[in-house]
């Protein structure tokens, strides 16, 4: 039987899901293309004329990936701290997205920007935090660039793969409101305008 396109693109896709959950668990390392081929129902002779190697397999599930990380929640840089809140929803909601973010930062791009295509998406958002800088509503003793980042800094306190303590979606409603209080507090007064002097 010939396959037809639609075959080939739903194997991949599956091939693309099962990868996604197995290289998020155990990074490129450890992870088993035998494994990501049975959870797929794909041949593994199949993924390798795909994508060639278990590293470009996993640049392939990155690049799946990399705009629902990145725009993980959508920046109203006039509503910082609803956008670090926003992440947080997200981060909970979404842990496969910061360990596949982690792996890449221990196996792949130890310094500099998470993913290539980084620049570009956020250029629309330093945009928006200048515009807001310029009106004075938001501090300008930082760039753009460093707003955003700690920002995003912030909201991952909690997150899976905190180093001190991580949010899980068993916690109670309570514990979770407490750190999206907190977390809208931090923002606020760390990008409040200085006070202008009095004459």
């Known amino acids: 039987m010939r396959r037809t396109r639609s075959d080939g693109q739903a194997t991949r896709r599956r091939i693309l899901d099962a990868a996604t959950e197995e290289f998020a668990r155990y990074g490129i390392a450890g992870a088993r293309v035998d494994n990501i081929a049975a959870n797929a129902g794909a041949n593994k002779a199949r993924i390798y004329a ?3 190697s278990k590293e470009a ?5 990155l690049a799946d990936n990399v705009a ?4 993980a929640a959508p920046l109203d840089a006039g509503d910082l701290p609803g956008y670090a809140v926003a992440l947080y929803n997200a981060y909970l909601a979404n842990p496969l997205w910061l360990r596949l973010a ?3 930062r221990l196996e792949r791009r130890p310094t500099g920007t998470l993913f290539p295509d980084c620049p570009a998406l956020d250029a ?5 935090i200048a515009e807001q800088q310029q009106t004075g509503r938001i501090s300008d003793d930082y760039t753009p ?3 955003h980042d700690l920002v995003i800094a912030l909201s991952l306190a909690w997150a899976p793969t ?3 303590t991580a949010a899980g979606p068993d916690d109670t409603k309570k514990e979770h409101d407490q750190r999206r209080t907190a977390l809208r507090k931090a923002v606020t007064h760390a990008f409040l305008p200085a006070p202008t002097a009095s004459p």
Not at 68 to 71: G, Q
Not at 124 to 128: E, F, Q, R, T
């Open 50 to 52: 795909y994508y060639g």
């Open 57 to 61: 397999l996993f640049d392939a599930v």
């Open 68 to 71: 629902a990380i990145v725009d």
């Open 102 to 104: 982690t792996w890449t």
């Open 124 to 128: 629309p958002k330093l945009a928006a």
């Open 145 to 147: 660039g460093e707003i």
């Open 162 to 164: 905190s180093v001190t």
